[in-house]
């Protein structure tokens, strides 16, 4: 079946650098890319819809310039914290909808989990 | 963003017994609707979807209820076993706006 990977998995990071998050889909092209953030004990919180070719679209409240996000292709998009803070210490997912033949489905990543120290 | 939860509320249920989880969806506009399964540290795993002109779905020991009227969404587990300790979120998709939206999330936890 369709696979979403990401890597790393775990990553740790000083603060004040930055860290970049890989989103790749194994066997199926995918315009749209979906960027989650999720807090211990919490719901995932939708980041930034990442489209092919254009420019995200991000949701209220989260930083463009802090959160960078790229999607060159249509297997492959990046996530970038940018001077990275402990409080930016989350578990961060993302999804792709796959709209080929199985129609409208989207899959999830396994997660990365990102330590700033 | 969207979803911010609160800490997670708890459904506790005995092994063998029926699990039902609920969920309150936030947007009448909403047509689509997925539950998720999340194990400790990994990614949610898709379960049973529905869409919005249908009030029911059965899947392999899952059933997805939606009730448009009171904007309700809920799972029911059968014969409930030790694999199915997880959260569970339901997440619904806004028409036209194409991004799926996370609710609060329920903890099932199965006594032996």
């Known amino acids: 079946g369709a696979v979403v990977s990401q890597h790393p998995s775990r990553v740790i990071c000083k603060s004040g650098t930055s860290v970049k998050i890989e989103c790749r889909s194994l066997?199926?092209?995918?315009?749209?890319m979906f960027w989650y953030r999720q807090f211990p004990k919490q719901s995932l919180m939708l980041m930034a819809t990442s489209n092919e070719g254009s420019k995200a679209t991000y949701e209220q409240g989260v930083e463009k310039d802090k959160f960078l996000i790229n999607h060159a292709s249509l297997t492959l998009s990046t996530l970038t914290v940018t001077s990275a803070h402990p409080e930016d210490s989350s578990f961060y997912i993302c999804?792709?909808?796959?709209?080929?033949?199985?129609?409208?489905?989207?899959?999830f990543g396994e997660g990365s989990w990102l330590t700033v120290v | 963003g969207e979803s911010v939860g609160l800490h997670l509320p708890t459904l506790s249920v005995q092994e063998g017994d029926n699990s039902i989880i609920n969920c309150a969806y936030s947007n009448s506009a909403s047509d689509y609707f997925i539950w998720y399964k999340q194990e400790s540290g990994k990614g949610p795993q898709f379960i049973i979807d529905i869409r919005s002109n249908m009030d029911k779905r059965q899947g392999q020991r899952v059933t997805v209820l939606l009730n448009k009227t009171v904007k309700h969404l809920s799972l029911q587990i059968a014969a409930t076993q030790p694999g199915d300790s997880a959260v569970y979120f339901c997440a619904e998709m806004v028409q036209g706006a194409q991004k799926l939206v996370f609710g609060q999330g329920t903890r099932l936890t199965i006594n032996p």
């Open positions: 066997d199926f092209q995918a315009t749209t």
């Open positions: 999804s792709a909808r796959d709209t080929g033949y199985s129609g409208n489905t989207i899959y």
